[in-house]
């Protein structure tokens, strides 16, 4: 009998799946495949710092994103944040804001550099920049108060190029609970589920980034598109209320939509996350001190941190439902080994030493985001026949 379980259990380990093989790259080969790749990030936060003045073809000592680093770091195509603050809700000056970061992407980024920028709007226009050897310029409306309740003014939005909007920011607006902030419409309003479905009418993508979990769930249940997170990552490895839990990837995955990781320590690191203000916003006396006094040495993740969330998505969900969105110039830490632009070959020498095929790596690239794109261009098509 021994004999039989010793050699049913021989049996059962030779029948399970090989762990994949690690090997070490040169050089030369990550930056072979590298270059190979179409790199797509779903959310950089450059502009708030163009529409201050900042010359993207400068060299920015004090950002994480210029031309020369996106070069550096082969970065085929950029959706560029139109940040509007919560702030701007008062004395109704959203829709003001998001004209002039609409403006500083076309004028300050584009028009100004057309040489190395090119707008793009669609799947197609972004693979047909990377061929003529452009960057890829899009733009993703950060806030759904930007919109200031209007569809007229979303629909003016589309029309000027934004092509994703996050429906909140941390902020409740009038139509939707944020995850930031107190909820205040048990999710969605019905005006809410509206802009969802005009979104999917013009070929807009849903982001839920920064949304209440209820917001998600009817985001979800209203949208006939897939949807996505531009800058999340995974509340299993980072308990951060910005992450999503495995239930919500499972969800937007199986809807068709795909999870950007964000590279902000905290949202990949719990150690990190435990030192976050997102987790202790309301912190005073002595605890804001001490606040204030680690956000001057904070816990920085590490490149093994993406590569985690990353397998965590594939685990669960599957390698068609993750990408890039990393936030850069928008968070306060980044992960060592990945600290700006130009470091992305380093995220795929981590992902190649880690067993993913270069063709796994164009999916979490940029495949998977395109076809979420190109879904959302279908329905849009649909709608319009």
Excluded at 206 to 220: E, G, N, P, Q, Y
Excluded at 376 to 383: L, Q, Y
Aim: charged share 25%.
């Amino acid at each position: 009998m021994n004999r039989f379980l010793a050699a049913l259990a021989l049996l059962l380990c030779s029948s399970r799946p090989a762990l994949p093989q690690t090997k070490k790259y040169t050089d030369a080969e990550v930056e072979k495949i590298h270059r190979s790749l179409l790199l797509i990030d779903t959310h950089n936060d450059i502009t708030s710092k163009t529409v201050q003045g900042f010359d993207i073809a400068s060299h920015g000592a004090a950002t994480h994103t210029d031309l020369a680093r996106l070069r550096e770091g082969n970065v085929g195509a950029v959706f560029f944040a139109v940040y509007v603050a919560a702030s701007y809700v008062n004395g109704n000056r959203s829709a003001h804001r998001t004209l002039e970061m609409i403006d500083t992407v076309k004028h300050d980024i584009v028009a100004k550099h057309p040489g190395a920028f090119e707008l793009a709007t669609t799947a197609a226009g972004i693979e047909a920049a990377h061929r003529r050897g452009k960057i890829a310029a899009l733009m993703g409306l950060e806030g759904g108060h930007g919109i200031e309740d209007s569809l007229r003014l979303l629909r003016d939005y589309y029309d000027l190029g934004i092509r994703y909007m996050t429906l909140t920011h941390a902020n409740t607006n009038n139509w939707a609970d944020s995850s930031g902030d107190k909820p205040q419409h048990d999710g969605l309003t019905d005006f809410g589920k509206q802009v969802v479905q005009e979104m999917n009418r013009l070929g807009m993508m849903v982001d839920i980034s920064h949304v209440a979990d209820k917001t998600f769930w009817d985001a979800l249940a209203a949208s006939k598109a897939p949807v996505f997170a531009s800058h999340s990552s995974c509340r299993a490895l980072s308990s951060l209320p910005r992450n999503m839990s495995d239930d919500m990837i499972r969800a937007l995955a199986k809807k068709g939509g795909v999870i950007q990781i964000n590279f902000g320590c905290d949202f990949l690191s719990q150690k990190a996350a435990d030192e976050s203000p997102l987790l202790h916003p309301l912190a005073t006396g002595a605890a804001k001190k001490s606040r204030e006094e680690r956000k001057k040495t904070p816990v920085r993740a590490s490149l093994g941190d993406i590569v985690a969330h990353i397998d965590h998505v594939v685990k669960i969900a599957g390698i068609d439902y993750v990408g890039i969105g990393s936030d850069f110039d928008g968070i306060s830490c980044t992960p060592a080994g990945l600290d700006d632009v130009s470091k992305f070959p380093n995220l795929t020498r981590a992902l190649l030493e880690k067993g993913y095929t270069p063709q796994d790596i164009g999916k979490i690239y940029g495949g998977n985001l395109l076809r979420v794109m190109r879904g959302v261009e279908r329905i849009a098509a649909e709608s319009r026949q």
